[in-house]
């Protein structure tokens, strides 16, 4: 069985600055892994993915992710973070493609203050 | 472009009462799809998942079933609600497993 945590539950900074989120897994097999964003409210939205390849995958908004096998990580990150990105953002781990199961962290809440 | 409807958009019910939530997507013939719950301020928890018509999988044991009639709608439904049942329910679909595309969700309110 998969399992993914997200150690930090909520993440404060300033408009402009930078931003990392955490997030790491465990399963000793391939493992696909992807990122969502979630506004107060409202449904999630895709941001991006990663499976095999380049380790550091683009996404929608700026928003950039590193897998580190050594680590069992999934880092997201984004350079200069911006009000509208203030919402909570969740990790997700599947073992397949093929349409069953997506497990997600618990979320952490990011807050963008001006 | 696909879009994905979910309707009620929210609901109050009481105890034992039934319910039925829908979900339509347009724009994408075959996709796979999902019921997800949300506690409040929790993280999401899959319900079901369908990978074609009539098919329907279940991930959790909630009192609930679902349903898909049709290639673009899946139905989640109870004969009788519970308090625990309060939460947000997210319709999602896919082409692989990992890139969901979610609705808007149904925030349902159990009395």
């Known amino acids: 069985t998969q399992t993914v945590s997200q150690s930090d539950a909520h993440v404060t900074v300033f408009e402009g600055d930078s931003v990392e989120l955490r997030c790491n897994y465990s399963y000793g097999g391939s493992i696909y892994l992807s990122w969502y964003i979630q506004h107060h409210g409202h449904g999630l939205q895709f941001l991006l993915k990663y499976y095999s390849g380049n380790p550091v995958v683009q996404g929608v908004n700026g928003f950039e992710a590193e897998f580190s096998k050594s680590d069992s990580s999934f880092h997201l990150r984004k350079a200069s973070v911006h009000w509208s990105d203030s919402a909570v953002y969740f990790c997700a781990v599947s073992l397949n493609s093929a349409g069953n199961k997506l497990t997600f962290g618990i979320g952490t809440r990011v807050l963008v203050r001006p | 472009a696909q879009t994905i409807h979910q309707w009620p958009v929210a609901e109050i019910k009481a105890v034992g009462s039934p319910l039925s939530l829908g979900c339509t997507i347009k724009?994408?013939?075959?996709?796979?799809l999902y019921w997800y719950w949300q506690a409040t301020g929790g993280t999401l928890q899959q319900l079901f998942y369908?990978?074609?018509?009539?098919?329907v999988e279940s991930v959790v044991q909630l009192n609930l079933s679902a349903s898909r009639p049709k290639d673009d709608q899946f139905i989640l439904s109870t004969e009788k609600l519970l308090l625990s049942h309060s939460g947000f329910y997210l319709c999602a679909w896919s082409q692989v497993t990992y890139e969901q595309y979610f609705g808007p969700g149904t925030r349902l309110t159990v009395l």
């Open positions: 724009g994408k013939s075959s996709p796979n």
């Open positions: 369908s990978i074609t018509v009539g098919q």
